[in-house]
């Protein structure tokens, strides 16, 4: 099970706490399908974009192995974007940064629809 250390932004924020859990379970690989639009686009930094829920979340269960933890800096909103940035650890002691930034299909930002991932 990864530990998950969640950023300080996310106190009276339920947008930031969203983001951060978004950006979480996509580096661990475990998202929530209702997290995304159907029509999601995923862009990252090491494959062409990813369009539609069901891709991006066969794409989450193959790709990524599981960190054995994750730390959040910073997770940020405003209107219909959000971002998250943080760092994996993996069990063979192996960090990477990461940052997401979410556009969001409203204001309530509780659906993404396009991602774009950074490392």
Not at 60 to 77: D, F, G, M
Request: net charge neutral; proline share 3%.
């Amino acid at each position: 099970m990864t530990q998950v250390q969640g950023s300080k932004d996310c106190g009276n924020s339920p947008k930031n706490k969203f983001a951060q859990d978004v950006a979480v379970a996509l580096e661990c690989g475990e998202a929530e399908t209702s997290a995304f639009s159907e029509d999601v686009i995923w862009e990252n930094t090491s494959t062409e974009p990813i369009s539609g829920k069901s891709a991006v979340l066969e794409h989450l269960k193959k790709n990524r192995p599981t960190p054995s933890s994750v730390s959040v800096q910073h997770a940020i909103s405003h209107g219909k974007i959000d971002a998250a940035s943080g760092e994996v650890t993996f069990a063979n002691g192996h960090t990477r940064r990461f940052c997401h930034v979410f556009d969001f299909t409203n204001t309530k930002a509780n659906c993404v629809a396009v991602v774009r991932s950074y490392s």
